[in-house]
């Protein structure tokens, strides 16, 4: 398997694929269109519930031959959650004038 280089940069950087990000940033805007701007305790609650189904994947795929893709699937949905909540926020203190 090829290591790093000593700068961190090669195939297995530990630095956050802009690939991911676009995905959950593309996710995060479906969930805006067809649900709107969603409350922070709203989100937050689903927030838990995702990390709830990563755990469950996670643990599945690890020791009951479950499908590992599934966990990729749960990390795209609570990153996705994570931009919208920011998204609230960040509207929050926009219309409050801050």
Known sequence: MPSDGPDGEGPNSREASSVVFDRWMRKASENI???????????LLAMQEELGELAQAHLEARHEGGDPERIDEELDDLGALLIQ??????????????
Do not use: C, K, P, Y
């Open 33 to 43: 269109e067809e649900w709107g701007v969603q409350a922070e305790e709203t989100l």
């Open 85 to 98: 909540l920011h998204e609230r926020r960040q509207r929050r203190v926009s219309d409050r004038g801050e």
